[in-house]
């Protein structure tokens, strides 16, 4: 199922006027759209339940739960939602060591626990290593 695009100047909320913008992803239980918040002036993203899970208390439930836990998450370990989103996803390109630090504090890890090496698409051929 392919959730529709939100109509420019559609209000999300009665007390905060949020203009939504396109779709920028979708998972099993919400979409996540470009928005501007009119009252600050910015740019944010929202995460929104689906359609056909409105109707289901369980999954507004979890829906509300996993908010609450990234947002706890994002407080502990000291980074904004939107990061804490990219880091998530998989899609940071760097990080900083007191936030990895932070982030293994509370997992009770060490970075390689939790970090990956992947290169930028080039890799090095052997020889040129003993050039």
């Known amino acids: 199922m392919r959730t529709q695009h939100l109509v420019v100047g559609y209000s999300i909320t009665r007390q905060t006027a949020v203009s939504a913008f396109p779709l920028l992803g979708q998972g099993g239980m919400g979409a996540v759209f470009k928005a501007f918040d009119r009252s ?10 689906l359609p056909y899970l409105a109707s289901s208390g369980a999954a507004r439930k979890r829906f509300s739960r996993e908010a609450q836990a990234a947002q706890a998450a994002a407080a502990v370990v000291g980074v904004s939602m939107p990061n804490l ?20 504090r509370v997992l009770d890890c060490q970075p390689g626990d939790i970090l990956e090496f992947q290169t930028d698409g080039e890799e090095e051929s052997p020889e040129s290593e003993t050039r």
Do not use: E, Q, V
Not at 40 to 49: D, E, W, Y
Not at 94 to 103: E, K, M
């Open 85 to 104: 989103s990219i880091l998530k996803t998989g899609k940071a390109k760097a990080i900083r060591f007191s936030t990895l630090n932070a982030i293994c």
């Open 40 to 49: 600050l002036n910015r740019f944010a993203a929202i995460k929104l339940l």
